[in-house]
């Protein structure tokens, strides 16, 4: 894994991350290897969509990588709620479902990106950081809908 990236490495900036998922171990291991990447900062982390909205609206994070089932309010509500406050500047939603409606209802809750748990490290630092970088508030919804398996590292 590439550990620097032109992209914020240009402004010196980190690009701020939430991560918002109820199982330990995912959190755990997302923590593990986005601390490797150097321009990456892990702000803060949530264990259901109640939480993450509250922290997404007191750390302001550039990406929040949303789990879909959440206890209590799901991904899809948090993101929601997330998108509709303008809180973040964008969510990708890290998921074992591969279901298309799934697909289909995360771009509808705001998400920018729907990816299937088990990808490279370099292929979702990869789009951590597409996705930081970008400016999608000029164009919401571009990147949704892609296909999760078919992820190739571009964006």
Known sequence: MSA???LTEKAGARLKILIV???EDVRRGLRTVLLLAHDLEI???AVNGIEAVALA?????????????LPGLDGFEATEQ????????SVIM???????????????AGVELFLVK?????????AIRQVGCSNVAES??????????GYDGTL
Do not use: F, Q
């Not at 479902?97 to 799934?102: G, L, N, T, V």
């Not at 919401?140 to 398996?149: K, M």
């Open 43 to 45: 702000v803060g982390e």
């Open 118 to 126: 088990g990808l490279s490290v370099d292929h979702l630092v990869s």
């Open 57 to 69: 609206d007191k750390l302001r994070p550039d990406v929040v990588l949303m789990d879909l089932r």
């Open 94 to 108: 890290l998921t074992i479902y591969d279901e298309p409606e799934y697909r289909a209802r995360a771009a509808r």
């Open 140 to 149: 919401p919804g571009r990147l949704t809908g892609r296909e999760a398996n």
């Open 82 to 89: 997330i998108r509709r406050r303008a809180l973040a500047r």
């Open 21 to 23: 998922d109820d199982a």
């Open 4 to 6: 620097r990236n032109p």
